[in-house]
């Protein structure tokens, strides 16, 4: 009897050990992009009105700075996956940027997390410290006081009109100097190493 129940102990044992790396890295099924594919309010924070203008920043850069794309989304959960796994799985499934000249902005409402997916090639103008600086001053005041809206719309706008004056300086050098830009440096390099997504930079930031 008892070695019954010692054998029946192990066995069950076994099958945790195997079941535990699934229920740990358990992935989350990320929702389809919505057909206005820059904001994706999957946890309701926007107004009609506030995802118009949100569409309307995204779509002026996208036209007039050769397909660089910046996608808002939002989530109500992450269903026990982890929001750096969630943001790289979301960025792929969306293909957001042009030549990974692309930017997320995932916020888990639920979770109370934020975080910034950016593009290998888009590294040339926002880097893993930029992004984290533009949380804190344009997003988080906001996101404590739960007005997700409010800090979304700031981060967003924030982060294009770096993006716009950034490329702006690089014309001016192109003009004045006649030498490559960064973000073609970086278009270079990337197009000769071999690849690997994961390379991708991101920014995570908890509110309370």
Request: aromatic residues 8%; charged residues 25%; proline residues 2%.
């Amino acid at each position: 009897m008892k070695k019954s129940i010692k054998s029946l102990i192990t066995m069950l044992l076994v099958v945790l050990v195997i079941q535990m790396p699934i229920m740990v890295f358990a992935k989350a099924t990320i929702p389809e992009a919505t057909s206005d594919f820059y904001v994706n309010d999957f946890s309701n924070v926007f107004s009609e009105d506030e995802k118009s203008r949100l569409i309307e920043n995204a779509v002026t850069l996208s036209d007039e700075h050769n397909g660089i794309q910046v996608v808002v989304s939002t989530i109500e959960s992450l269903d026990g996956d982890t929001v750096e796994n969630y943001a790289y799985e979301m960025y792929n499934q969306y293909g957001i940027g042009k030549d990974d000249m692309g930017l997320l902005i995932l916020l888990s409402t639920g979770d109370r997390q934020i975080r910034i997916e950016v593009g290998l090639a888009m590294e040339a103008y926002i880097n893993d410290a930029k992004a984290g600086r533009f949380i804190d001053k344009y997003a988080i005041p906001y996101l404590k006081d739960n007005k997700f809206n409010e800090g979304l719309i700031a981060l967003q706008e924030a982060l294009i009109s770096e993006i716009t004056d950034c490329i702006g300086s690089e014309e001016n050098q192109i003009e004045t100097k006649g030498y490559i830009t960064p973000s073609e440096l970086k278009t270079e390099t990337t197009s000769n190493k071999a690849s690997d997504d994961k390379s991708r930079s991101n920014v995570l930031q908890i509110f309370l």
